[in-house]
């Protein structure tokens, strides 16, 4: 069996020694990758020749001194949505069979500028469309912790290849939580940016308003490695930032001294919420008292209608965008059909798993004539509170703490049946996306043997702020170098 690999900052070091190259780092991803793949599915495809081409450049440039970034020769993976020229993107969906990508996302440009070397896609749920990784067309990723458990999703996948050490990080997408949700059911770092830090130039569309790009990795050290590479302006999103990207790594000073961490009274409830995985967040929140950060009670008062926001705009916002999929431009087409009409809806029958399907009929319904003003209006307006929420907690704190997710990883088939149990998962990380605000998911300790995460929110471009603090944790605690029996 291929070896766990490394933290990205444990590989550089390595291969600026020279106790290793890129193009052995590489072989053991890719073995990992292969040898994984029956026990978890976390990869859907695997471009062996070419990454090991990549590599071997990546290790010329090192022999002539000429490295691109500290990602230089480190092996990564995409979750299956983010377009990789001359590669497939799936989207886990079978409507997209057959498509290979014409370009690059602008992140994966980014990430192939810097010298990264992309190994392949990961799994997730159809179109990104959930928080279990069950939504796949073809079969769902399993837990690296325990198998019989979910991975979280969307980006179950890219969390699930980072903590079974196939990969020291990955990039995933987070539209209500699919960075965050996965990143503490696996126990790793996610960070979802501010909404316009990364460019969704070549993101796969889910819900406009609320996309962006995120990114997996065991450390947060990693995590500013890789967000610095993918983060800045581009003139092909129209909502990217024209902000200067800080630089992420200077600011991990170890330092929260004189910090005030708001805490949500919201979040903090027995309901609903696995007091378990309470517990090991307030035990989180001691530790940083004691690194010197302050704490004081915050209110977010929309919070109740949070997930039922995030779900009426998701939804309208996903059923424009999958209008695109008629058989006449991307993928699959049915064949048969007499005529057009019968050639988009057999497409589209064929081609949507169940899941899609659901939000496409529910978004056109609160988009129509009739509906329109109680439902994607009334949601609107709620997202404006929600968003204000946020503005009037940050007067009196610098950044926000809650658990991640109210549970542990859940059991594989326990929520596919009932849709809104499967939504209440995201019940702590929508309204960030709803907000526009930066959120990072921390791994805090375990709860019957399965990790749990806390979640950091900062205030629009507050990412340094987030990855300092996690970073302090990080070094005051050994929860991220834990590794899953089930993939050690
Ligand atoms: N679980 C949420 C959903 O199903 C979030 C998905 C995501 O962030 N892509 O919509």
């Excluded at 699959?332 to 081609?351: I, K, N, P, V, W």
């Excluded at 549970?407 to 309204?431: C, H, K, N, W």
Aim: aromatic share 6%; proline share 6%.
């Amino acid at each position: 069996m291929a070896q766990r690999l490394g933290t990205l900052s444990e590989l550089r070091a390595a291969l600026d020694d020279g106790r290793t190259s890129a193009s052995d780092v590489v072989a053991q991803a890719l073995g990992r990758a292969r040898e994984l793949a029956p026990a978890f599915a976390a990869t859907r495809g695997l471009r062996a020749d070419r990454a090991a081409e990549e590599a071997l450049q990546a290790d010329q440039r090192r022999t002539a001194r000429a490295l691109r970034s500290v990602l230089d020769g480190i092996p990564l993976l995409l979750k299956d949505n983010l377009n990789h020229r001359g590669e497939p993107t799936t989207c886990a969906s079978r409507i997209l069979d057959g498509y290979v990508s014409p370009y690059d996302a602008t992140a994966v440009e980014r990430v192939k500028a810097a010298g990264g070397v992309v190994i392949g896609r990961t799994n997730m749920d159809e179109f990104a469309m959930g928080s279990s990784t069950e939504n796949a067309c073809d079969q769902p990723t399993r837990n690296p912790w325990d198998p019989t458990r979910v991975p979280g999703g969307s980006s179950g996948g890219s969390a699930a290849a980072v903590a079974a050490g196939i990969v020291p990080v990955a990039l995933g997408s987070d539209t209500g939580g699919s960075v965050r949700q996965p990143a503490s059911f696996c126990g790793v770092v996610g960070i979802k940016p501010t909404y316009g830090r990364v460019s969704r130039y070549g993101l796969v569309a889910f819900a406009s308003s609320l996309d962006q790009v995120g990114v997996f990795s065991r450390t947060a050290a990693d995590a500013a490695a890789l967000l610095q590479v993918i983060s800045g302006h581009d003139p092909l999103d129209s909502t990217s930032l024209d902000e200067p990207v800080p630089d992420y790594a200077a600011a991990l000073d170890g330092d929260v001294a004189g910090l005030t961490i708001g805490l949500p009274r919201e979040y903090f409830v027995e309901q609903g919420v696995d007091p378990d995985v309470l517990e090991r967040v307030r035990d989180a929140v001691k530790e940083l008292e004691r690194a010197g950060a302050k704490t004081c009670e915050v209110s977010l008062p929309h919070t109740p209608y949070a997930v039922a926001t995030y779900y009426l705009i998701a939804m309208a916002e996903a059923s424009s965008n999958l209008a695109r999929y008629d058989g006449v431009r991307y993928g699959h087409r049915a064949t048969g059909a007499h005529d057009l009409q019968s050639m988009y809806s057999r497409t589209r029958s064929e081609g949507f798993g169940a899941e899609v399907k659901r939000r496409i009929l529910l978004g056109t319904y609160v988009l129509s004539a009739g509906y329109y003003d109680a439902y994607y209006r009334k949601a609107q307006q709620a997202r404006t509170l929600l968003r204000g929420d946020f503005e009037a907690a940050y007067r009196s704190c610098d950044l926000i703490l809650t658990p991640t997710a109210p549970e542990v990883a859940f059991a594989l088939g326990e929520r596919s049946a009932d849709p809104l149990q499967m939504y209440l998962s995201d019940i702590f990380t929508v309204s960030a996306n709803l907000a526009g605000i930066p959120g990072i998911s921390v791994p805090c300790g375990f709860a019957r043997d399965l990790p749990v995460g806390l979640q950091l929110l900062g205030p629009a471009l507050g990412e340094s702020l987030l990855l300092r603090v996690a970073d302090a944790y990080q070094r005051r605690t050994d929860w991220h170098t834990k590794t899953p029996p089930e993939a050690s």
